[in-house]
């Protein structure tokens, strides 16, 4: 039996929707500080990606509940991929 590996693409964020949440750059998700239900205010740190052995912090850009954790720790993303989504 063969199995057969697809690999689908991430999902970009859209730039209109001030609940998504995008990768600034490229590089690997170190941590997450929230999950699935959390609410959050406006500033909180979300999660943290490291590029070339710096790492970034991610912070929400609104007051509101995470509706849609789409990354893992240790996940690749590329810039403005969706990292979570978020309603007021």
Do not use: C
């Amino acid at each position: 039996m063969l199995f057969r590996v697809v690999e689908r693409p991430h999902p970009k964020a859209d730039s209109a929707d001030p609940g998504h949440v995008a990768a600034p750059t490229t590089g690997i998700i170190s941590s997450i500080a929230v999950h699935a239900n959390h609410s959050v205010e406006r500033g909180a740190k979300l999660l943290t990606l490291e590029a070339m052995k710096m790492q970034s912090n991610i912070y929400a850009p609104i007051a509101g509940r995470v509706t849609k954790l789409v990354v893992t720790s240790g996940q690749h993303v590329e810039a403005k991929d969706l990292l979570l989504s978020s309603v007021p």
